[in-house]
């Protein structure tokens, strides 16, 4: 795969990572391109098919994996989450920095192959913190929000592991992280500020 490095946002849904990803989006549109999953949830409120996510069925997303179609897949919260290399090919082909938001299973299933992002984990300042950020969104049923909580305190706690990260950027202030969130890519950002002058 070519064009400029990607960057893996990962951490406990709930953190911020998409909110982050937004203020990126919106003060360097042409720099970064999302790369947009397919997933087997049900859209929520406001998401639309094809900018979120890709939004099929478990039929059509196993077909697909079974295909070769996709780079990494995992299960999350009961549903199937995965990155197609379509959507990674998509964003390099604008020569833009690709950034996919995907969970700790995809990190680990991103680090067997030959893309060699940059990784972010994006954390919030305590699981308590976490849980009212999920209740206050009120995207999530009790179950779904219990089930996101369990996998949030596998994620704060394996996602300390020397090396697996090259940032961890706890968001409790978020001006404060969206700067070191910029700190970290401002070479890569160039680069293709740069590329795309000349
Ligand atoms: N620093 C912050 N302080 C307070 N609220 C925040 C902060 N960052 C994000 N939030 C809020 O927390 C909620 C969760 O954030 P967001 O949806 O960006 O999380 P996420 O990591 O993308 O979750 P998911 O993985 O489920 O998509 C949102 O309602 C967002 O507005
Ligand atoms: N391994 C992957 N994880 C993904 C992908 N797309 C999203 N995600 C992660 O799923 C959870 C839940 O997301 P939500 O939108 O339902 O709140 C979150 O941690 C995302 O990072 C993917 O393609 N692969």
Do not use: W
């Amino acid at each position: 795969m070519t064009g400029p490095r990607p960057v893996v946002l990962s951490g406990p849904s709930g953190a911020g990572k998409s909110t982050l990803l937004k203020m990126l989006l919106k003060d360097y549109g042409n720099v970064f391109g999302f790369s947009v999953s397919h997933t087997t949830r049900q859209p929520r409120v406001g998401e639309v098919n094809g900018k979120e996510y890709h939004f099929v069925t478990r039929e059509r997303m196993q077909k697909e994996i079974d295909a070769g179609e996709f780079i990494e897949h995992a299960e999350f919260s009961g549903n199937m989450y995965g990155t197609s290399k379509a959507a990674v090919q998509a964003v390099q082909a604008r020569n833009q920095i690709c950034v996919l938001d995907i969970d700790l299973q995809g990190v680990k299933n991103i680090k067997k192959t030959d893309l060699k992002p940059i990784y972010i984990s994006v954390q919030a300042p305590s699981i308590e913190v976490l849980e009212k950020r999920l209740r206050d969104r009120r995207t999530e049923s009790e179950e779904s929000l219990q089930r996101r909580l369990n996998a949030a305190r596998v994620d704060m706690e394996l996602s300390n592991e020397p090396g697996l990260f090259d940032l961890i950027i706890i968001n409790n202030d978020l001006q404060k992280a969206y700067s070191e969130l910029k700190e970290i890519l401002a070479e890569e950002i160039q680069k293709v500020q740069e590329s795309k002058k000349s």
